[in-house]
Protein backbone atom coordinates (compact mmCIF):
# COMPACT_ATOMS: atom_id res chain seq x y z
CA UNK A 1 0.00 0.00 0.00
CA UNK A 2 2.28 2.19 0.45
CA UNK A 3 4.64 1.77 -2.80
CA UNK A 4 1.57 2.87 -4.59
CA UNK A 5 0.77 5.82 -2.46
CA UNK A 6 4.55 6.65 -3.10
CA UNK A 7 4.16 6.20 -6.58
CA UNK A 8 1.28 8.05 -6.99
CA UNK A 9 2.74 10.78 -5.51
CA UNK A 10 5.73 10.73 -7.69
CA UNK A 11 3.82 10.37 -10.67
CA UNK A 12 1.43 13.63 -8.87
CA UNK A 13 4.52 15.79 -8.61
CA UNK A 14 5.46 14.57 -12.29
CA UNK A 15 2.61 15.77 -13.49
CA UNK A 16 2.29 19.03 -11.71
CA UNK A 17 5.87 20.19 -12.68
CA UNK A 18 6.02 18.45 -16.25
CA UNK A 19 2.94 20.66 -16.97
CA UNK A 20 4.22 23.75 -15.76
CA UNK A 21 6.69 23.77 -18.09
CA UNK A 22 9.34 26.59 -18.49
CA UNK A 23 7.17 29.35 -16.24
CA UNK A 24 8.87 28.00 -12.90
CA UNK A 25 12.26 29.39 -14.41
CA UNK A 26 10.88 32.21 -16.58
CA UNK A 27 11.13 35.79 -15.31
CA UNK A 28 7.65 37.48 -14.77
CA UNK A 29 7.64 40.34 -17.91
CA UNK A 30 5.80 42.78 -15.53
CA UNK A 31 8.46 42.50 -13.45
CA UNK A 32 11.13 43.92 -15.35
CA UNK A 33 11.45 47.45 -14.30
CA UNK A 34 11.44 49.87 -17.70
CA UNK A 35 13.92 52.50 -18.40
CA UNK A 36 14.26 55.08 -21.11
CA UNK A 37 15.41 53.26 -24.10
CA UNK A 38 12.54 51.16 -24.00
CA UNK A 39 9.30 52.08 -25.55
CA UNK A 40 5.79 52.92 -24.50
CA UNK A 41 3.60 53.40 -27.48
CA UNK A 42 6.17 55.44 -29.77
CA UNK A 43 9.14 55.07 -32.16
CA UNK A 44 12.95 55.21 -30.57
CA UNK A 45 15.97 56.25 -32.83
CA UNK A 46 19.40 57.82 -32.74
CA UNK A 47 20.99 60.29 -34.60
CA UNK A 48 24.72 60.83 -33.20
CA UNK A 49 24.82 61.79 -29.71
CA UNK A 50 21.22 62.33 -29.17
CA UNK A 51 18.97 59.81 -28.74
CA UNK A 52 15.45 59.64 -29.79
CA UNK A 53 12.58 58.54 -27.68
CA UNK A 54 8.88 57.32 -27.54
CA UNK A 55 8.12 59.81 -30.90
CA UNK A 56 4.84 59.88 -31.68
CA UNK A 57 2.16 62.30 -32.79
CA UNK A 58 -1.19 62.57 -31.38
CA UNK A 59 -4.49 64.29 -34.03
CA UNK A 60 -6.72 66.69 -32.67
CA UNK A 61 -9.18 64.72 -35.34
CA UNK A 62 -9.10 68.34 -37.22
CA UNK A 63 -6.54 68.45 -39.07
CA UNK A 64 -3.71 68.88 -36.45
CA UNK A 65 -0.83 66.59 -35.17
CA UNK A 66 1.31 67.70 -31.73
CA UNK A 67 4.34 65.66 -31.42
CA UNK A 68 5.10 64.32 -28.34
CA UNK A 69 8.99 63.03 -28.24
CA UNK A 70 11.88 63.04 -25.48
CA UNK A 71 15.24 63.57 -26.07
CA UNK A 72 18.04 62.43 -24.84
CA UNK A 73 21.24 64.36 -25.03
CA UNK A 74 25.05 63.66 -23.68
CA UNK A 75 26.27 66.23 -24.92
CA UNK A 76 26.06 70.41 -25.29
CA UNK A 77 22.73 71.95 -26.44
CA UNK A 78 22.05 70.96 -29.79
CA UNK A 79 18.88 72.05 -32.44
CA UNK A 80 16.68 69.15 -33.58
CA UNK A 81 15.20 70.17 -36.67
CA UNK A 82 12.32 67.91 -37.18
CA UNK A 83 10.19 67.73 -40.55
CA UNK A 84 6.62 66.25 -41.84
CA UNK A 85 5.77 66.14 -44.92
CA UNK A 86 7.43 69.73 -45.68
CA UNK A 87 6.95 71.59 -42.38
CA UNK A 88 9.86 72.13 -40.77
CA UNK A 89 9.88 72.76 -36.66
CA UNK A 90 12.54 73.22 -34.06
CA UNK A 91 13.13 72.05 -30.81
CA UNK A 92 16.12 72.61 -28.53
CA UNK A 93 17.92 69.35 -26.78
CA UNK A 94 19.13 70.79 -23.68
CA UNK A 95 21.85 68.14 -22.22
CA UNK A 96 20.24 65.81 -20.21
CA UNK A 97 16.37 64.78 -20.92
CA UNK A 98 14.04 67.45 -22.59
CA UNK A 99 11.02 66.28 -23.88
CA UNK A 100 8.31 68.13 -26.02
CA UNK A 101 5.15 69.64 -23.84
CA UNK A 102 1.68 70.03 -25.42
CA UNK A 103 1.49 72.44 -28.74
CA UNK A 104 5.37 72.79 -29.05
CA UNK A 105 5.71 71.35 -32.00
CA UNK A 106 2.26 71.27 -34.14
CA UNK A 107 1.83 70.10 -37.95
CA UNK A 108 -1.02 70.16 -40.24
CA UNK A 109 -1.80 66.60 -41.70
CA UNK A 110 -4.93 64.86 -43.24
CA UNK A 111 -3.81 61.80 -41.61
CA UNK A 112 -6.05 59.74 -39.00
CA UNK A 113 -5.16 58.47 -35.69
CA UNK A 114 -3.90 54.58 -36.36
CA UNK A 115 -1.57 56.05 -39.30
CA UNK A 116 2.24 55.81 -39.64
CA UNK A 117 3.82 58.70 -40.98
CA UNK A 118 7.51 59.16 -41.40
CA UNK A 119 9.33 62.07 -39.42
CA UNK A 120 12.72 63.23 -40.22
CA UNK A 121 14.60 64.32 -37.34
CA UNK A 122 17.94 66.20 -37.91
CA UNK A 123 19.79 67.06 -34.73
CA UNK A 124 22.56 69.98 -35.30
CA UNK A 125 25.21 69.14 -37.95
CA UNK A 126 24.30 65.88 -38.26
CA UNK A 127 22.81 63.24 -40.33
CA UNK A 128 19.01 63.44 -40.91
CA UNK A 129 16.87 60.37 -39.52
CA UNK A 130 14.10 59.15 -40.36
CA UNK A 131 11.18 57.43 -37.89
CA UNK A 132 8.26 56.15 -38.59
CA UNK A 133 5.98 57.43 -35.92
CA UNK A 134 2.48 56.16 -35.22
CA UNK A 135 -0.45 58.52 -34.89
CA UNK A 136 -2.91 58.09 -32.03
CA UNK A 137 -5.80 60.27 -31.08
CA UNK A 138 -6.15 61.71 -26.81
CA UNK A 139 -8.30 58.46 -25.96
CA UNK A 140 -5.24 57.73 -23.99
CA UNK A 141 -5.29 59.83 -20.55
CA UNK A 142 -1.34 60.23 -21.05
CA UNK A 143 -1.86 61.83 -24.30
CA UNK A 144 -5.39 63.92 -24.20
CA UNK A 145 -3.47 66.71 -23.16
CA UNK A 146 -1.98 67.18 -26.72
CA UNK A 147 -4.82 66.82 -28.59
CA UNK A 148 -6.76 69.42 -26.59
CA UNK A 149 -4.37 71.56 -25.65
CA UNK A 150 -3.02 72.93 -28.76
CA UNK A 151 -5.90 73.43 -30.98
CA UNK A 152 -5.49 77.00 -31.13
CA UNK A 153 -1.86 76.54 -31.79
CA UNK A 154 -0.62 77.58 -35.50
CA UNK A 155 1.35 75.11 -37.26
CA UNK A 156 4.94 75.42 -37.40
Do not use: H, W
Not at 30 to 38: G, I, R, S
Not at 125 to 144: C, I, K, Q, R, W
Amino acid sequence: MKLRTLALAALASAFVFGTAGCGMITPVGTAVQANEDLTSDGQNAQDDDVAIRNAILVSNNEGQLSLSVSFVNDGAVQVANISLEGQLAQFEATSGISKTEPGDIVFQSDVMPGDLVDVEFQIGTGNAVTVTVPVLDGELPEYAEFAADFAAVPAA
